[in-house]
């Protein structure tokens, strides 16, 4: 698997993150390589400041020194830093946009960790911490790569899924960053992603040898300078 460096300068790395790929290393000696290793083997001063699912992929940022970590963690705790995702789900969710052409609809459900069974979570309206994501249909027509985050990532026509049976490409945009939470509120909904090997069916995982996620675009001000930065990644199905 290999890693995409999208964009790099002294305080800021922009990463395209392959799915199956831990972002930082998890717990027993098989699992050591992630992509945080690789690339701090390039980049020895990289820095971790958030993280995306294993098997998610797309953008992913690390920061290069203290200074720009600091700054880039308090972006993300302040939801400073835009992100979209793409995904597939199961189903037809026609029946459940808004009527309004390019709108959004919003899921608002509360998240807790499922402590009998970690690491997965789930919906409780009790214990949750409020947890929002936007989502709506793909518009029909594609962009460029470097479209505004504001405008849809385009994405490539073969997919290696499924097609047997209904699906739905949606933007996704976690207003809110909880553990899994596109995952599970796309679940709750009734729509699992295609091949969520965590929150599907049996017959939802198998549609794909993958989770068809993908972090396709990045908006935020640059650590250092302030400058507004917009990253895009064309998702791989």
Not at 7 to 23: H, I, Q, R, T, W
Not at 49 to 69: C, E, F, I, K, N
Not at 160 to 188: I, K, M, N, Y
Request: proline letters at 10%.
């Amino acid at each position: 698997m290999s890693i995409s460096v999208i964009f790099e300068d002294g305080a800021l790395l922009v990463l395209d993150k392959p799915a199956g790929l831990l972002s930082v290393p998890g717990k027993g000696e098989g699992k050591r390589d992630c992509l945080s290793a690789r690339v701090q083997a390039r980049f020895p001063d990289a820095l971790v400041v958030h993280r995306l699912d294993m098997a998610t992929s797309g953008l992913m940022l690390m920061a290069r020194g203290v200074p720009a970590q600091r700054n880039l963690s308090m972006a993300f705790a302040s939801r400073e830093v835009a992100k979209r995702y793409c995904a597939i789900v199961s189903g037809n969710l026609a029946s459940a946009v808004p009527s309004a052409p390019d709108t959004w609809g919003v899921i608002d459900l509360p998240i807790a960790a499922d402590w009998p069974h970690r690491p997965l979570r789930i919906i409780d309206a009790k214990h949750g911490k409020p947890s929002v994501t936007r989502w709506r249909l793909v518009p029909p027509k594609a962009h460029t790569p470097h479209t505004p985050l504001t405008s849809q990532v385009p994405f490539r026509n073969p997919a290696d899924f499924d097609r047997s049976a209904p699906f739905t490409r949606l933007d996704l945009e976690p207003v809110t960053g909880r553990s899994h939470q596109l995952r599970v509120h796309l679940a709750a909904l009734g729509y699992p992603i295609l091949g969520d090997a965590l929150y599907a069916p049996p017959s939802v995982q198998a549609r794909s040898n993958r989770l068809l996620l993908h972090a396709s675009a990045l908006s935020l001000a640059h650590p250092l300078t302030g400058q507004t930065m917009a990253f895009a990644s064309i998702p791989p199905f």
